[in-house]
């Protein structure tokens, strides 16, 4: 079982839907949760991160994390084909002061159609 | 005025050769990583090195060699360079856990 699984897709939505993405992961010990986005030919780009059980929002992106279940996910709203890339979710084992090694997962591929 | 800065961007080489990859931070961050993506575009932690001292090490061949001679810089020298070596290398550094990503090493070894 990898440690950070994602589904690869590609995942197709069309402009102005709601993108989900979904990652799990398997050592509950995990404590900061986050996702980046990657531009084909770039580096990782941090979008958002969480740290506690819930929902978290920043314009439109929503984070959710749920410990229990240990599964994390990414909400994109009014997707726009600039949000076309590859997101990639990674976690930590260390809490939000801590440096720790980030595990990552494969990455979902989102292809945003106008 | 790039953060995380890394040269060079284009590395292709012959099998065999030796190369060194330089990163260089100017946020003031404590940690900085290695970090190695594949073809498939799985990225994984290498090394990690937080004020000079190496406090990550993973599962790495010991052709690749860290040097970090002062916080702000993390260097990465391979020797004898194979071909399954041919990846994207990036550089990365944290304050506290939220990392920052240079821009990336195009590896190609021939």
């Known amino acids: 079982q990898k440690e950070v699984e994602q589904n690869s897709g590609p995942l197709s939505v069309p402009e102005g839907a709601i993108a989900s993405l979904n990652c799990t992961y398997s050592d509950r010990g995990s404590q900061s949760f986050f996702w980046y986005r990657q531009y084909s030919g770039k580096s990782p780009e941090l979008i958002m991160f969480i740290y506690s059980n819930g929902d978290k929002e920043d314009g439109r992106f929503t984070a959710q994390l749920n410990k229990a279940s240990q599964y994390v996910s990414l909400l994109i709203r009014d997707s726009q084909p600039s949000d076309s890339a590859t997101y990639l979710c990674?976690?930590?084992?260390?809490?939000?002061?801590?440096?720790?090694?980030?595990?990552f997962g494969q990455g979902t591929t989102l292809q945003v159609k106008p | 005025d790039t953060a995380v800065s890394q040269t060079p961007k284009y590395l292709v080489t012959q099998m065999g050769n030796d190369k060194s990859i330089k990163c260089e931070q100017n946020l003031g961050h404590d940690t900085m990583y290695w970090y190695k993506q594949d073809s498939k575009k799985f990225l994984k932690i290498m090394f990690s090195y937080n004020n000079k001292e190496l406090i990550i090490n993973e599962t790495v061949p010991n052709r690749f060699s860290p040097k970090s001679p002062d916080k702000a810089h993390l260097n990465l020298h391979i020797n004898s360079l194979e071909l399954g070596d041919s990846a994207v290398y990036f550089c990365?550094?944290?304050?506290?856990?939220?990392?920052?990503f240079g821009a990336g090493t195009r590896l190609s070894v021939l």
């Open positions: 990674a976690v930590n084992r260390q809490g939000s002061s801590n440096t720790g090694k980030l595990i």
């Open positions: 990365a550094s944290s304050s506290k856990n939220i990392q920052y």
